[in-house]
């Protein structure tokens, strides 16, 4: 029974004598700069999917000024910047942005499956929410739907009108009845970004520094409810088309 | 009552292990868990086979020893309960009990359930603690501390350092525990002269021992004995942020 007097690994005898070695790694490289960064890079990107929708929602006054909203994104800062620069200047940031929100995850999630290298026989469910344990492989379809989103709508390519001119007509033909998959797959990714964004909201303002047991409920509300209207937001323009509101 | 157990067997480190299987008969509804598993080994060393090894050392909750996973949960089914306060009337007649040792990197397997935590003693040893003069005990009011204050240090120095946060983390983050640390100290007057180096020092720790990163997800607070709460992690954070900004 004494198996651990034989055993390599003392423990006894070391507590508290003495600091731990400073050998620091850069703060982003630590756990929690990669999370603030990865949570700083998502606000950008929330903030994106406000504008976005809001710009989106211009469907339901009309054509002529959808179109109009569409061209507009081009002329933003004009005459200061010369015309689609400042258009530039916010994918450069964005893609940058999602970069980042990627590296960042990656390297968490590698570090995560490398701290527990034997897994349990058994496992009970991850009590936190659907959300939390989905946040992974949700972002990963996230991505695959932004690719396909640009393919669509920005480049047209992948769009049965895809011109660039009449992005009205461009939406109106891609959620069309008998091209039914791609409302689907639209959907299933604006449920995704819902859900990501359920526990990704209030796990950035948990990373950057809320610790108020009355401001988690908050935080956990308002992520709640955001991602709520942000889904309605996003989900009012398909099903518009689809049910002959939007033509 | 009669039970099937699992249990992971496991020589040495080097040991890969397994799980295996032993019914225990007649055992009292009113033994606690470890109890429990004291029939069984005695059972086992008049057999002549080796005793399953686990830690424990006060079995009244307090002193953090005891470490096991059972069923899938650290500290089995009951909230805010260790294992050797957990009593086997909270199992039925029948029931097959699985288990395990933490898994974590950070925590390996010395023998059986017995795992080494000495990474948690880096993490304390890296920023646990305040410069405060030696001598006799200073009065209690000549420093003193917001009733609040004092509250919410306490109820994260309640924190025993079981290492059951880390068990139940699916990123094996051990950043529950870093976080009692941080805010019970940095709630403190004491603790405020290595309020900054503190924080910076215990995450650079943390890492080191190869624990993952936190996702908020609060597995660990639904399974800490001591219920430490969550709220804790968003004041690491806080704290790390300041820090990090002052000296970069």
Redesign the interface.
């Known amino acids: 029974?004494h198996?651990?007097n034989q055993?390599?690994?003392r423990?006894v005898g070391?507590?508290?004598?003495?600091?731990?070695p400073?050998v620091?790694?850069p703060?982003l490289r630590?756990?929690?700069?990669?999370?603030?960064f990865m949570a700083v890079t998502g606000i950008l990107l929330v903030l994106f999917l406000i504008a976005h929708m809001l710009g989106n929602l211009k469907i339901f006054v009309g054509p002529t000024a959808f179109n109009h909203y569409a061209h507009w994104l081009r002329a933003i800062g004009t005459p200061l910047l010369p015309n689609t620069w400042y258009l530039w200047i916010q994918r450069t940031v964005l893609t940058v942005a999602v970069i980042g929100h990627i590296w960042s995850a990656a390297v968490?999630a590698r570090?995560?499956?490398?701290?527990?290298?034997?897994?349990?026989?058994?496992?009970?469910p991850?009590?936190?929410?659907y959300a939390?344990?989905t946040?992974r492989w949700g972002g990963v379809i996230i991505l695959l739907f932004v690719i396909y989103h640009i393919l669509d709508l920005t480049t047209g390519n992948l769009n049965p009108v895809g011109d660039k001119q009449h992005p009205y007509a461009n939406v109106v033909a891609d959620f069309a009845p008998h091209r039914w998959y791609v409302t689907i797959w639209y959907v299933l990714a604006i449920l995704a970004i819902g859900f990501h964004l359920r526990?990704g909201i209030?796990?950035a303002l948990?990373?950057?520094?809320?610790?108020?047991?009355q401001w988690?409920r908050r935080s956990r509300a308002f992520a709640l409810g955001f991602a709520i209207v942000l889904c309605a937001g996003y989900l009012s323009v398909p099903f518009a088309v689809l049910t002959g509101l939007v033509r | 009552m009669n039970l099937t157990l699992r249990i992971w067997r496991q020589r040495s480190p080097q040991d890969k292990g397994r799980m295996v299987t032993y019914q225990v008969s007649d055992v009292s509804p009113d033994m606690s868990f470890l109890e429990m598993l004291d029939v069984l080994n005695e059972r086992l060393i008049l057999e002549g086979e080796e005793p399953v090894a686990f830690d424990h050392d006060c079995r009244e909750g307090i002193c953090g020893m005891c470490s096991m996973v059972i069923n899938g949960r650290p500290h089995g089914p009951q909230k805010l309960t260790t294992t050797c306060q957990l009593h086997m009337r909270h199992f039925k007649d029948g029931d097959t009990i699985d288990i395990e040792p933490w898994r974590a990197r950070a925590f390996p397997v010395i023998k059986d359930l017995v795992v080494n935590r000495s990474a948690f003693d880096k993490i304390i040893q890296a920023g646990g603690y305040i410069s405060a003069p030696t001598g006799s005990a200073p009065d209690a009011h000549s420093t003193p501390v917001p009733k609040p204050d004092a509250d919410a240090a306490f109820e994260a120095a309640e924190c025993i350092a079981c290492g059951a946060c880390v068990a139940a983390c699916p990123n094996g983050s051990g950043m529950l525990f870093t976080a009692a640390k941080i805010t019970h100290l940095g709630l403190l007057p004491q603790g405020q002269p290595e309020r900054e180096t503190r924080v910076l020092d215990m995450v650079a720790a943390h890492d080191d021992a190869g624990f993952g990163g936190c996702t908020n997800i609060g597995e660990c607070t639904a399974s800490c004995p001591k219920g430490i709460p969550l709220t804790t992690i968003g004041r690491l954070n806080g704290d790390f942020i300041k820090a990090a900004r002052k000296r970069s």
């Open positions: 029974m198996w651990t055993s390599p690994i423990t070391q507590m508290a004598t003495a600091t731990a400073r620091k790694a703060m630590t756990t929690v700069g990669l999370k603030v968490l570090r995560a499956r490398a701290a527990r290298p034997v897994r349990y026989a058994h496992r009970q991850v009590q936190g929410s939390g344990r946040m526990h209030f796990s948990r990373t950057l520094g809320q610790q108020s047991q988690q």
